[in-house]
């Protein structure tokens, strides 16, 4: 912040900071979210059978929550790019490996593979957002509350 402040003084100009990459969704949101991957779920185990239907609703669910997270970064085609290719590796992933071990796994087995997932999309979404934007000065930007509950 000193530096900015200088470079102000010094030479009449401030560099912005990106803005945050990031949203935090609603709770609604969230759960409308959560809703949808169970829907998935249900859909890909009907479809690819229990095991494989299993991990591609966990994948669908994962990618439908990075892509309402980072939806600020809608408008650069390289965020398209770079989810278009996410979304490949898990469906490469769905494909090339025998997941017959997952139609067992209960919701408490499914958790931490979806967090890992999330974490590393993100991950890999925000070093990228970091080389070609520039690090950015908050993460996260926020909803405007709309309802009562939301007021903690």
Same mark, same amino acid.
């Given at each position: 912040m000193r530096?900015?402040?200088?470079?102000? $003084?010094l030479y009449g100009d401030v560099i912005e900071r990106p803005p945050p990459p990031f949203y935090l969704p609603a709770r609604w949101?969230? %759960?409308s979210?959560?809703?949808?991957a169970f829907l998935g779920y249900l859909l $890909?185990?009907?479809v690819l059978g229990e095991g494989?239907?299993?991990i591609a609703g966990v994948f669908f669910g994962c990618i439908?929550? %990075?892509v309402r997270i980072t939806?600020?970064?809608r408008g650069k085609a390289w965020f398209w790019l770079l989810l278009f290719l996410l979304t490949a590796l898990h469906t490469g992933a769905v494909v090339a490996f025998d997941w017959s071990a997952a139609a067992r796994w209960s919701g408490l087995t499914v958790m931490p593979l979806?967090?890992?997932d999330i974490s590393m999309t993100m991950t890999v979404i925000y070093v990228a957002y970091s080389l070609i934007c520039g690090v950015p000065a908050q993460l996260f930007t926020s909803s405007a509350l709309r309802y009562a509950e939301d007021v903690d």
């Open positions: 530096t900015l402040a200088k470079r102000a $003084f949101e969230a %759960v979210l959560g809703v949808g $890909f185990a009907y494989r239907g299993t439908g929550l %990075v939806w600020p970064l979806m967090a890992a």
